[in-house]
């Protein structure tokens, strides 16, 4: 019985895969041919939301998620793993993270949790913390930073949606404010988010004056999430995962524009350093 059971499983998850692809290829094709064979960067937000039905229905959930359910029901802290050691961590790093999320979709800032809109967080420590902390091991740092209530986060929403063309009224300022919204600071002390002033190309934006970014972490909706936030109406489940979650370390770029404070993340350069553009993204939005 157990083995029938496995191998209905394993068709299930096969059948699932071969519709995600078939998913993928079809926003791909969507958005290919709405703004050129050879752009495949940016949706529209219709190709978006479908894609998101079926990660929340049937995708896969982050690697290495955190393991810090009891938090949503009182617990005051969770063990967390980083880079091979473990530490500790206040349930607080992951309500407030909760509360950055209902507030992001309250807003009109984030509509979905994976990567076609927003899935991933800098962090940043004030400039006089990190000059404390900056020669201690890594997974120290993490584990310093996480208990610090001056720590806030970037967030970078709408990654890869396409304005639609401005003779549409409707669909075109809603979606454009979407865009506008996409650079949010959460903070870990209980304040409100805030939304900083977009950049008139459409960039995210760089880690506030006097912060020193460090590191990130992911989120991903998934049917079988260790968290849930309820908002709209609706309940989503997600993990959360500290920037090992896939053994690479995260940058973030301080000055991708000199005289400006444009800037461009990466998930794939070291922990403060400066980072190049991404080339996938240096293509101004229209």
Request: charged share 25%.
């Given at each position: 019985?157990?083995?029938?059971?496995?191998?209905?499983?394993?068709?299930?998850?096969?059948?699932?895969?071969?519709?995600?692809?078939?998913?993928?290829?079809?926003?791909?094709?969507?958005?290919?041919?709405?703004?050129?064979?050879?752009?495949?960067?940016?949706?529209?937000?219709?190709?978006?939301?479908?894609?998101?039905?079926?990660?929340?229905?049937?995708g896969e959930r982050l690697r290495n998620p955190l393991?810090?359910?009891?938090?949503?029901?009182?617990?005051?802290?969770?063990?967390?793993?980083?880079?091979?050691?473990?530490?500790?961590?206040?349930?607080?790093?992951?309500?407030?993270?909760?509360?950055?999320?209902?507030?992001?979709?309250?807003?009109?800032?984030?509509?979905?949790?994976?990567?076609?809109?927003?899935?991933?967080?800098?962090?940043g420590i004030p400039i006089a913390t990190w000059e404390?902390?900056?020669?201690?091991?890594?997974?120290?740092?993490?584990?310093?930073?996480?208990?610090?209530?001056?720590?806030?986060?970037?967030?970078?929403?709408?990654?890869?949606?396409?304005?639609?063309?401005?003779?549409?009224?409707?669909?075109?300022?809603?979606?454009?404010?979407?865009?506008?919204?996409?650079?949010?600071?959460?903070?870990?002390?209980?304040?409100?988010?805030?939304?900083?002033?977009?950049?008139?190309?459409?960039?995210?934006?760089?880690?506030?004056?006097?912060?020193?970014?460090?590191?990130?972490?992911?989120?991903?909706?998934?049917?079988?999430?260790?968290?849930?936030?309820?908002?709209?109406?609706?309940?989503?489940?997600?993990?959360?995962?500290?920037?090992?979650?896939?053994?690479?370390?995260?940058?973030?770029?301080?000055?991708?524009?000199?005289?400006?404070?444009?800037?461009?993340?990466?998930?794939?350069?070291?922990?403060?350093?400066?980072?190049?553009?991404?080339?996938?993204?240096?293509?101004?939005?229209?």
């Amino acid at each position: 019985m157990k083995k029938k059971s496995r191998g209905l499983s394993k068709i299930t998850r096969t059948i699932c895969g071969l519709a995600f692809v078939a998913a993928i290829d079809l926003i791909v094709v969507t958005g290919a041919l709405g703004d050129g064979i050879f752009n495949k960067w940016f949706f529209t937000a219709e190709s978006i939301e479908a894609a998101y039905r079926y990660q929340e229905d049937y995708g896969e959930r982050l690697r290495n998620p955190l393991r810090a359910k009891e938090c949503l029901f009182g617990s005051a802290e969770f063990v967390a793993s980083y880079r091979g050691g473990e530490f500790t961590v206040p349930c607080r790093f992951i309500t407030e993270t909760v509360r950055h999320f209902k507030e992001m979709i309250a807003a009109g800032a984030a509509r979905y949790l994976f990567p076609l809109d927003a899935n991933h967080g800098h962090l940043g420590i004030p400039i006089a913390t990190w000059e404390k902390y900056k020669q201690l091991a890594p997974d120290r740092v993490m584990q310093k930073i996480l208990r610090d209530p001056s720590l806030i986060v970037l967030y970078h929403t709408a990654e890869h949606v396409q304005i639609p063309d401005a003779r549409d009224d409707a669909l075109h300022g809603d979606v454009k404010s979407w865009i506008d919204k996409r650079n949010v600071l959460g903070f870990f002390d209980g304040r409100p988010n805030k939304i900083l002033t977009p950049d008139p190309r459409g960039y995210g934006v760089a880690m506030p004056d006097g912060y020193w970014p460090y590191s990130g972490f992911e989120f991903l909706a998934s049917p079988l999430g260790e968290l849930f936030a309820f908002v709209a109406n609706k309940t989503i489940t997600f993990d959360i995962g500290l920037e090992d979650d896939n053994a690479e370390t995260w940058g973030f770029s301080r000055s991708a524009d000199s005289g400006s404070k444009l800037a461009r993340t990466s998930s794939r350069s070291s922990p403060g350093s400066v980072s190049s553009l991404d080339p996938a993204r240096k293509r101004e939005r229209k």
